[in-house]
């Protein structure tokens, strides 16, 4: 991606996850460029909100796959993913804000697990947990799913805000999902 691109997506990125409405020129003005520079590299909002979502897709996945695929241990799996999440700061949120309109199903829910897609994985990892015993079956993984995504926002927004510093989030992140899931104890 040009570094001019890369500028204007991280600049409108960071505009949508402030909740305001915003025009093209205020992302250029964000961006430090001129209004006629971005539309150089992008005809109108709908455009530059496209590659937002591809770009911050792709950064999430990337870095949820090198967790997942770091680990043998579902445990660490799944806690790897979680700090992969929250590492991806403003791109997670964008993420999610972009799709906080989808239902569980349409998030690949209702037991399509079976793709080789990030989601698919995370959700098989769910499955095969719960099988085990190692977390709660009394929540289902649509509301799994939700309590996931809900805590990474939370730790985000701690950290952007300079309220919690990247480790603790991290740690506190962790503390409370696994125990809103009931991790057992001697899986850690």
């Known amino acids: 991606m040009k570094k001019s691109d890369e500028k204007i997506i991280n600049a409108a990125i960071g505009m949508f996850n402030k909740n305001l409405p915003f025009t093209l020129e205020d992302v250029a ?7 006629r520079t971005l539309h150089r590299h992008f005809t109108g909002k709908e455009e530059l ?25 579902t445990i660490k799996k799944l806690k790897a993913m979680l700090f992969a999440v929250i590492d991806s700061g403003s791109n997670a949120v964008f993420i999610k804000k972009f799709y906080e309109r989808s239902s569980f199903s349409q998030a690949g829910g ?26 709660t079956q009394k929540l289902s993984i649509g509301w ?38 009931e991790l057992v104890e001697d899986s850690l």
Do not use: P
């Open 29 to 35: 003005l964000h961006a430090g460029i001129s209004r």
């Open 144 to 181: 799994i799913f939700n309590l996931f995504g809900s805590i990474a926002d939370t730790a985000i927004l701690a950290i952007d805000n300079g309220d919690i510093a990247q480790d603790d989030a991290r740690r506190f992140a962790w503390f409370s999902f696994s125990k809103g899931i």
């Open 110 to 135: 209702n037991n399509s697990f079976k793709g080789d897609d990030v989601k698919s994985k995370w959700f098989r990892l769910i499955q095969t947990l719960q099988a085990e015993g190692t977390i």
């Open 49 to 73: 909100l496209a590659a937002c979502k591809k770009t911050a897709m792709a950064s999430c996945n990337v870095a949820m796959l090198l967790a997942y695929n770091a680990n043998q241990d």
